[in-house]
């Protein structure tokens, strides 16, 4: 066997290694915030959910993007996790919506405010130095945006109003599968070479664990 198919031969199987763990990751954070949220849904703000959904859309389409550009089965499992993540979410965020306790407040709107102005902040320079609506760059920057925002403000949300609706296995498979997307989307670098479709998801993945460590942080400070 040559250098060039043993490389290849392991860079496939630490890719289905991540697949594997973060399709299991997803389901388990799914099925364990969801029994949290039918307990109690304290320190969970609405925009949180609402634009994480939004950012799992982005990043799909990039994903997608990245296919076309270059198609493999590690594209495919990028594709394949996005779609899984964002059933989760939606499927948590429909709960929260219908939840009786659920409230917008302060921390909704300050995050709306933020998040939305900040997309057409983007779009505006984006814009002007002749981006395209559909370029991967500006879709990632909207991906730090949906996310980076909302979890910054999450953190104030449970600062203010405590974190007994998110569970601390939500928090750990957070870190655990953003990493191993961010170890995926760089396998997928290595196979297919850097586009501006695998740079946007690298860029909103860093975003959302750098402010998902914040978030987390202030959890558990006020436990």
């Known amino acids: ?23 299991g990751c997803s389901l388990l954070f799914g099925i364990s915030q969801f029994r949290r949220m039918l307990d109690s849904v304290e320190g969970v703000s609405v925009t949180w959910m609402a634009f994480w ?31 899984l993540w964002t059933a989760v979410c939606a499927a948590n965020l429909i709960l929260l919506l219908v939840s ?14 933020l998040t939305l102005g900040g997309v057409v902040i983007a779009t505006v320079i ?7 609506l559909g370029d991967p760059m500006l879709h990632g920057a909207y991906a730090v945006f949906c996310k980076a925002v909302p979890q910054l403000t999450l953190a104030w949300n449970i600062y203010r109003e405590g974190g007994a609706g998110i569970s601390v296995v939500a928090f750990t498979a957070g870190h655990v599968t953003i990493c ?30 750098a402010s998902w460590i914040l978030a987390t942080v202030v959890w558990f400070w006020v436990r």
């Open 1 to 23: 066997m040559s250098a060039v198919a043993h490389n290849a031969g392991r860079a496939r199987l630490v890719a289905d290694g991540l697949f594997i763990l973060q399709a």
């Open 53 to 83: 959904v939004a950012f799992l859309l982005v990043n799909l389409g990039l994903a997608i993007g990245a296919h076309r550009k270059f198609a493999s089965r590690i594209s495919r499992q990028v594709i394949t996790i996005y779609s």
């Open 100 to 113: 009786p306790g659920v409230a917008w407040n302060v921390v909704d709107t300050v995050t709306a405010t």
């Open 126 to 132: 984006g814009r002007a130095r002749g981006l395209k």
């Open 180 to 209: 191993m997307r961010l170890a995926q989307i760089i396998v997928s670098i290595r196979e297919a070479g850097l586009d501006r479709n695998r740079l946007g998801m690298a860029i909103g993945e860093a975003a959302n664990e």
